[in-house]
């Protein structure tokens, strides 16, 4: 299984615009609510999350991997990816301003590790990153994303 096939088409979206570092977690979950990957609840929870904790989400410079603990409001494990046009602060000392913002959410800990640990894996490589920048369309993404296989299929939730 790759990354590319916990995030469809619908997921993705590229060059739009945000006011803040909320707006851009909000867009994040729009991808997921879209996939049917997650309802309006888990954004809500990825922005408390921020709101908490501060800006630990910002894992690099220009990448924010916005997320919640895995809850009811998580139907799946997948991804969404948000290129911003312009880039937002999310009051990270160190890697400001934020461009990729990519919202995770899995159904518990062992799925969100694989994801989290494959995405690492891609988004490692600044030949990737820099691919992920100019993509342009969400099949190019699928497709840079596709380099990272996941090691395990994450467990699906049983309804």
């Known amino acids: 299984m790759f990354l590319s096939m916990v995030m469809p088409d ?3 979206a590229l060059d739009v615009y945000a006011d803040d570092w909320h707006e851009a977690i909000q867009l994040a979950g729009r991808g997921l609510e879209a996939s049917g990957v997650a309802d309006r609840a888990y954004t809500r929870a990825m922005i408390q999350e ?3 904790h501060g800006p630990y989400i910002v894992v690099a410079p220009g990448i924010a991997l916005a997320h919640a603990l895995p809850c009811a409001a998580v139907h799946d494990t997948g991804l969404s990816l948000v290129r911003l046009a312009e880039p937002v602060r999310f009051g990270h000392y160190r890697y400001d301003p934020v461009r990729l913002v990519i919202g995770v959410a899995a159904t518990d800990e062992h799925a969100d590790l ?3 640990s494959a995405l ?3 988004l490692a490589d600044p030949m990737n990153l820099d691919q992920l920048l100019t993509a342009t369309s969400p099949s190019e993404v699928r497709r840079i994303l596709s380099d990272g296989e996941l090691p395990v299929m994450p467990r699906q939730r049983t309804h």
């Open 114 to 116: 694989v994801i989290v």
């Open 10 to 12: 619908s997921a993705i």
């Open 50 to 52: 921020v709101e908490k």
């Open 120 to 122: 690492a894996g891609v």
